[in-house]
């Protein structure tokens, strides 16, 4: 009887973790193009994330478990930019621009289910991009979502991982827009 009480015991405090914060630095690839051609582009990211966190590790004692950025999650978003932006041949400048960029992080999300044992993992983000130029503006809407598959508790490295594939490929889809490149073209 009393190794079932010390399995039960061991099981359940295997159960909770502690809260874990990700450093959030997304990285995706911008194949080089003119687009810019020298004009000068100004990124500001801001961090619009609902309560500061991102979801769960799951397990019995979720709500001990919170996933939180412990960066500049607006900061890094803007850092992304800046390098796609730089790709296509804009410089990049923190001053008045001809090409203003605004980028809002509206989710981002690591949530698992509240099981003993994590067996799914759902990830997402969305960032709303505002791009003006002179007395024209471009919104464009961005987002991806995934979930994985998971028996033991993930590391921290794992976390932040998933966390940045994710956003990573929501960034990528802003420099795959051809709608966001006509709007360039016609107003440069």
């Known amino acids: 009887m009393k190794n079932w009480l010390l399995a039960g015991v061991f ?3 295997s159960c909770a973790y502690s809260p874990l914060q990700i450093q959030v630095y997304p990285e995706f690839l911008v194949t080089a193009d003119a687009i810019g051609s020298g004009h000068t582009l100004s990124v500001q990211g801001i961090n619009e994330l609902p309560g500061g966190g991102l979801g769960s590790l799951g397990g019995v004692y979720s709500e001990t478990s ?29 001053t008045a621009s001809q090409v203003q ?14 099981m003993v044992y994590t067996t799914t993992i759902d990830t997402s983000a969305e960032i709303h991009l505002e791009v003006k130029v002179g007395a024209a503006t471009y919104f464009g809407t ?11 508790k993930p590391s921290r490295e794992e976390v932040e991982a998933r966390v940045n594939n994710i956003l990573g490929a929501t960034l990528q889809r802003v420099f795959e827009d051809v709608k966001l490149k006509e709007f360039l073209y016609t107003h440069l």
């Open 101 to 114: 960029v605004v980028a809002r992080l509206v989710r981002l999300t690591y949530n698992s289910p509240d």
């Open 142 to 152: 961005y987002s991806a979502s995934g979930t994985d598959r998971n028996l033991v």
């Open 66 to 94: 919170r996933v939180s950025v412990a960066n500049d999650a607006g900061e890094a978003i803007a850092a992304g930019l800046r390098r796609g932006f730089a790709n296509w041949s804009f410089r990049v400048t923190d």
């Open 11 to 13: 099981c359940l405090a």
